[in-house]
């Protein structure tokens, strides 16, 4: 299986803070990571797909970049609404996630 | 509106089997792939299984093949997850997710709580 490794676990910052969130893949896997973000208690919401692309009505402070093996997840300029826990997702092979980024107000 | 509604998780012994459903609303839920994914109490989400739209294609995961088997109902926009010999491990939130182009999940349930404990 391929491994998707997350990092940092957790981090603290303060609205309006530009914040990036890294996985690298244990092989290339060209593209095909999606991001997701999930609230407590609630179902994860789809961001982005083909590492870069923003889903429809995504606001256009999330970013994503990458290819191969590593990827990352920017929010420009972090509001109140995105306090929450993010997680990559490769579909190149059999599926699987990254640990999970713990955004935490500071 | 793309909705899928989780159902059937509830508490049960070490060994025992339970079926999943999932109940699929505002799209043709026979052209997609779907997938379950599960979250275990504070843990990250782990993949589980994935059919094709016909049904004659699934994939497990390690963790559950040979006891879990997914399947579908197209004609009553279902989705199911039969699980056997269940494991203290199985205990999770069981999602339902709705394959979007190449692979990605363009939208979850909200989950069905499967307990396994004596």
């Known amino acids: 299986d391929i491994q998707m490794t997350q990092s940092p676990t957790s981090l603290s910052a303060s609205v309006g803070d530009r914040v990036t969130i890294t996985c690298r893949a244990s092989?290339?896997?060209?593209?095909?990571v999606a991001w997701y973000q999930q609230k407590p208690g609630k179902a994860p919401k789809f961001l982005i797909y083909?590492?870069?692309t923003l889903e429809s009505g995504v606001p256009s402070r999330f970013s994503g970049s990458g290819s191969g093996t590593e990827f990352i997840l920017t929010i420009s300029s972090l509001q109140p609404d995105d306090f929450a826990t993010y997680y990559c997702?490769?579909?190149?092979?059999?599926?699987?996630f990254g640990q999970g980024t713990k955004v935490e107000i500071k | 509106e793309m909705q899928v509604v989780e159902s059937g998780g509830v508490l049960v012994q070490p060994g025992g089997s339970l079926r999943l459903s999932c109940a699929a609303s505002?799209?043709?839920?026979?052209?997609?792939?779907m997938h379950w994914v599960r979250q275990a109490p504070g843990k990250g989400l782990v993949w589980v299984s994935r059919?094709?739209?016909?049904?004659?294609?699934?994939i497990y995961a390690d963790s559950v093949r040979g006891r879990f088997t997914i399947s579908r109902d197209n004609a009553e926009n279902t989705l199911y997850l039969q699980m056997t010999n269940l494991r203290a491990e199985d205990t999770s939130l069981y999602y339902c997710?709705?394959?979007?182009?190449?692979?990605?999940?363009?939208?979850w349930g909200q989950g069905t709580l499967v307990t396994v404990s004596s």
């Open positions: 083909k590492a870069s």
């Open positions: 997702h490769q579909y190149n092979t059999y599926p699987t």
């Open positions: 059919i094709n739209p016909d049904g004659r294609d699934r």
């Open positions: 092989q290339s896997i060209g593209e095909w």
């Open positions: 997710a709705i394959q979007g182009g190449s692979g990605w999940y363009v939208y």
């Open positions: 505002g799209f043709t839920f026979r052209n997609y792939w």
